[in-house]
């Protein structure tokens, strides 16, 4: 099982950026063949983690490909950036092999 991961900081008003992340899932579901889990931290510093599972390297590489594609999905990353939503020197992207 491969898992690849998204986290940023959230610096924006939470709750905007909850409704922005259930649209970035809603659309990588239609547009490709996983829709990716869409996660809010409690407590601590405030941050939204992205995280989507597929059976192989060659499922993701394709799934990236299909999405940063898609024209939509790039107005939607770049509405985040526009509006402030996150602190993008603490976006990190890692994909991670089941033990």
């Known amino acids: 099982m491969i898992t690849f991961m998204t986290r940023a900081r959230i610096v924006g008003d939470t709750h905007e950026v909850r409704e922005w992340a259930n649209e970035l899932g809603t659309l990588v579901g239609k547009i490709a063949k996983v829709r990716p889990e869409i996660a809010v931290r409690i407590g601590g510093d405030a941050e939204v983690i992205v995280l989507t599972h597929f059976e ?13 594609a898609d024209a939509g999905y790039k107005n939607l990353v770049q ?13 990190e992207h890692g994909i991670w092999k089941s033990a």
């Open 56 to 68: 192989k390297m060659a499922d993701l590489e394709e799934q990236i490909e299909t999405v940063e």
């Open 79 to 91: 509405s985040a950036v526009a509006n402030g939503y996150f602190d993008m020197t603490t976006v």
